[in-house]
């Protein structure tokens, strides 16, 4: 059985983490190395260097659809593998991540059928009556969210090997939720030589009460579909209210689940004891969305947006407003956003959601290196995701980190010059800070924007940016 050491920190604050986890008792710099590391050979090894550039200095003006939510899609697909058949998802968005988990979902022993749609991808996914239990190194180490084949696998099958996840390197980021959970559940959790191990004694889960101890999103995802196989009643107590998690739970309705109570913060499953596939339609992503609207604000541009989950995007909407931007609705789905005043300085602090996202903090960032005055943004989710500010100092802004707080002096001109993206949100940061600075920005490491949206060169071509991919 795991044990908890008190010897890991994050934010100042002390918590638990499995102490058999090499990926945890390692330094910080060397789980970046380690990250680096997986996805540069695995880009070396796939498509060569390709880099991004952007020449500065247009007003982005037009329509932009939206795609299907990254963070939505890769929960629906992983729990996938409760049900035998095949299972249809639509609006699926081209991207690197859900090239990652067909992967491994084929490693599994599913198979995959993607056709394109003319609003994404439509996946047919045919999970069999044999399923391997084990998610290998080679394949999970390219994105952490494949630890969300874990909970489907265990309910399953009665046992999963997962291998402990990769992914951006913006933090910790333990599974030491998940495991509890799942203990929590009846599970026997060993870590062996970097892997998870979980068997369910009997052959299968039983439900409980679970009580995170803060709120995880990949956590209450993973138990929400453990705990749809399990046999009785599982509550989740200080469960995660993402939309995120909304649109998993819908998924699992879809195929007989009984939950109750997902986007608040106690969920209640009633197992059952099989489901079957269904039809799913993949919810656009709010992160996308919020991305677009601040590429608009900032460039004092005009940008009609289609597809948007505008009731998901309150926290941004507000402070956008109260920086000077204009953001009208135009429905349910459609919006307006445009400026054409000074912005103003806007502080902040990330948070769960309904707060502002934490996915939108490095491109709020980039906002208000152009506000004229100083504002501060206190990063509360991740200990580590200011590693963009190097990146953006390098283009001339004028930034300060002390802490877990950010200062940003404004407004500062911008000019182009050659930086490295270090994660997925980074990428955009970088994307959008070239659209306002002088002369031409070149953004190495862009895999990373290819984990997560869909064809972000074309779509912002397609309203006035000169954007272009390059090999070194």
Not at 177 to 202: D, S, T
Not at 294 to 305: F, H, K, N, Y
Not at 436 to 446: D, F, L, P, S
């Amino acid at each position: 059985m795991a044990t908890w050491p008190p010897h890991a920190t994050r934010g100042g604050l002390r918590r638990r983490v499995y102490r058999h986890s090499t990926l945890f008792d390692c330094t910080l710099f060397d789980r970046i190395l380690l990250e680096t590391l997986c996805h540069d050979a695995h880009r070396a090894s796939s498509r060569g260097v390709e880099c991004i550039e952007v020449e500065g200095g247009a007003s982005l003006r037009g329509t932009v659809h939206l795609s299907g939510s990254k963070n939505a899609s890769l929960p629906m697909l992983c729990a996938a593998l409760l049900a035998e058949g095949t299972h249809v998802f639509q609006r699926v968005p081209r991207l690197r991540d859900i090239a990652s988990t067909l992967k491994l979902l084929r490693h599994l022993g599913c198979r995959s059928e993607v056709n394109a749609g003319a609003q994404g991808d439509v996946i047919n996914l045919t999970v069999g009556d044999t399923l391997g239990d084990e998610a290998p190194y080679e394949l999970v180490c390219e994105m952490r969210a494949s630890v969300l084949v874990l909970g489907p696998l265990l309910t399953r099958l009665g046992r999963a090997k997962v291998s402990l996840p990769g992914g951006c390197a913006i933090g910790t980021r333990p599974i030491d939720q998940h495991l509890k959970g799942l203990e929590a559940l009846g599970a026997r959790v060993e870590l062996h030589h970097g892997y998870v191990e979980c068997v369910a004694p009997g052959g299968r889960l039983r439900g409980g009460d679970v009580h995170f101890d803060m709120v995880t999103v990949t956590g209450t995802e993973n138990l929400l579909a453990a705990a749809a196989l399990a046999q009785g009643r599982t509550r989740l107590f200080n469960a995660a209210r993402e939309p995120e998690v909304v649109a998993l739970a819908t998924m699992l309705k879809a195929m007989g689940a009984r939950i109750t109570g997902e986007g608040t913060s106690e969920i209640t499953i009633e197992g059952v004891d099989t489901l079957k596939p269904a039809v799913y339609e993949v919810p656009p992503d709010r992160i996308e969305a919020g991305t677009y609207m601040v590429a608009a604000a900032l460039t004092g541009g005009d940008l009609t947006l289609e597809n948007v989950p505008l009731a998901q995007l309150d926290a941004l909407t507000t402070v956008l407003r109260e920086a000077g931007a204009e953001v009208e609705a135009l429905g349910d789905t459609r919006c307006r956003v445009s400026r054409s005043g000074p912005l103003r300085p806007v502080s902040l602090t990330t948070a769960p959601y309904p707060a502002f996202a934490t996915d939108m903090q490095a491109q709020w960032m980039v906002l208000m290196t152009q506000a004229e005055g100083e504002s501060t943004i206190s990063e509360r989710i991740f200990e580590n995701r200011f590693m963009h500010v190097p990146e953006l100092a390098r283009l001339g802004a004028q930034l300060s980190v002390e802490g877990d707080t950010a200062t940003v002096s404004g407004p500062t001109p911008l000019e182009g010059a050659v930086v490295t993206a270090t994660d997925l949100r980074a990428s955009a940061c970088l994307v959008l800070a070239g659209l306002v600075a002088g002369g031409v920005t070149r953004i190495r490491r862009v895999y990373h924007l290819d984990r997560g949206y869909d064809d972000l060169v074309g779509k912002l071509n397609g309203v006035g940016a000169r954007l272009k991919r390059v090999r070194e």
